[in-house]
């Protein structure tokens, strides 16, 4: 049997990582993974997730299963820090996932199930393992028009357009913030513009929300996604914990279901129970209690907010030194850009050729796309980056 197997094709990312650690020069420069790093090059274990972990291992007294849904109390939580009060919480079936990845599969397998001929519209580019999950569900995906590789910025008319082409029964698919790869986000005015396509064209939005907190702020990332949940019939959302808990390894994450129609949400609720069962049944619940804890205590949520925003600030501060380095080089300001996207990434809009030659001759590695994590960065490797993008011809 194992015989009939057919080698899949290797994770970029990984093949990147490994890439990495495998060379021997000092002075290597890793942008390719994607997770928060400190100015120190760590990954921190947050102050308030260190603490609700210590309180959680003094007063936890039985590993039993939760529900196939998950701790109804950690879907309250998040429910209220991505929404708010911008929908009625009696219309929002949620479930528990294995991260935000874990959400987006979930969330695929559903509208799979409500119309196996249903399309996704999907921006250009996107991260890659929602094409990678679609293309193994064999769900259709059509591509539509999102970064704009000469300014840096989102070709919004050329996204408008594409979108409408959509009709009732697909899906669209969208960055809630902090838009990976690119970094390039939309504003609120853009967001409204959205919703009126949806609306016409009566498709159906999911929303990917991995970056909350890590762009202009934990409510102002949070708009857009509020605004299309509260303005269409129907909406999914995906969550995830990984980055603004730094909980990457607890695998934590929640998908939503929004109808308007509160009849609708006990169906909902059954299917996301459904799915859970058929693919892994009890979803993990160490970083969702973890999570629950911190939203829920005052002191714990207040010190999170705190040191979430900090991160925040160094990842804008950073973007800023690279675009002003890159401006005091070139006597240009063709990468004002960067200072402009938010969250960890930003796309370059370099060429294949150009991203390899930053490998080979610099030891600076980033994704074959361009896409480079501005957290992977610190004061001393800016100028660095700066020299060798203008060196390579960028």
């Given at each position: 049997m194992f015989e009939?197997?057919?080698?899949?094709?290797?994770?970029?990312?990984?093949?990147?990582?490994?890439?990495?650690?495998?060379?021997?020069?000092?002075?290597?420069?890793?942008?390719?993974?994607?997770?928060?790093?400190?100015?120190?090059?760590?990954?921190?274990?947050?102050?308030?997730?260190?603490?609700?972990?210590?309180?959680?291992?003094?007063?936890?007294?039985?590993?039993?299963?939760?529900?196939?849904?998950?701790?109804?109390?950690?879907?309250?939580?998040?429910?209220?820090?991505?929404?708010?009060d911008a929908v009625d919480r009696d219309l929002v079936a949620a479930a528990a996932t294995p991260g935000g990845t874990g959400a987006c599969r979930q969330a695929f397998e559903l509208v799979r199930m409500a119309d196996k001929d249903a399309r996704v519209f999907v921006s250009d580019p996107t991260w890659p393992n929602h094409l990678s999950i679609l293309s193994y569900l064999g769900m259709q995906v059509v591509n539509y028009r999102y970064f704009d590789d000469e300014t840096g910025?989102?070709?919004?008319?050329?996204?408008?357009?594409?979108l409408k082409s959509a009709k009732s029964g697909d899906v669209v698919l969208l960055h809630g913030c902090c838009h990976n790869p690119t970094g390039a986000n939309l504003n609120l005015s853009e967001w409204q513009a959205v919703v009126d396509v949806l609306r016409d064209t009566g498709a159906v939005p999911m929303i990917d929300i991995a970056y909350q907190g890590f762009g202009d702020g934990l409510e102002e990332d949070a708009a857009g996604t509020r605004l299309v949940a509260s303005s269409v019939p129907e909406c999914l959302i995906a969550a995830s914990c990984s980055?603004?808990?730094?909980?990457?390894?607890?695998?934590?994450?929640l998908l939503m279901a929004i109808s308007q129609d509160p009849d609708a949400r006990k169906l909902n609720q059954d299917t996301l129970a459904f799915l859970n069962r058929q693919n892994f049944s009890f979803p993990p619940d160490h970083g969702a209690r973890v999570v629950t804890m911190i939203?829920?205590?005052?002191?714990?949520?207040?010190?999170?907010?705190?040191?979430?925003?900090?991160?925040?600030?160094?990842?804008?501060?950073?973007r800023q030194q690279l675009a002003d380095e890159l401006q005091k080089l070139s006597g240009s300001d063709r990468f004002g850009f960067l200072a402009q996207h938010r969250g960890m990434f930003s796309r370059l809009g370099a060429a294949p050729?150009?991203?390899?030659?930053?490998?080979?001759?610099?030891?600076?590695?980033?994704?074959?796309?361009?896409?480079?994590?501005?957290?992977?960065?610190?004061?001393?490797?800016?100028?660095?980056l700066a020299k060798a993008i203008l060196d390579v011809g960028i």
């Open positions: 009939n197997l057919k080698a899949q094709p290797a994770d970029k990312i990984l093949a990147l990582m490994q890439m990495y650690k495998n060379d021997p020069r000092p002075s290597k420069i890793d942008l390719g993974v994607g997770v928060y790093k400190n100015p120190q090059g760590l990954t921190p274990v947050m102050r308030a997730v260190k603490a609700a972990e210590q309180e959680l291992w003094k007063t936890q007294d039985t590993k039993t299963y939760v529900g196939l849904a998950g701790d109804p109390g950690f879907s309250d939580a998040l429910i209220d820090l991505v929404l708010g910025g989102v070709d919004f008319d050329g996204m408008i357009e594409d980055k603004n808990f730094g909980i990457y390894r607890e695998r934590t994450g939203l829920q205590d005052e002191a714990l949520r207040t010190d999170w907010k705190a040191e979430l925003e900090d991160v925040r600030l160094t990842m804008l501060d950073l050729d150009k991203v390899e030659a930053l490998r080979t001759e610099h030891g600076i590695y980033m994704v074959g796309d361009s896409r480079m994590n501005i957290a992977g960065l610190n004061g001393e490797t800016v100028p660095i």
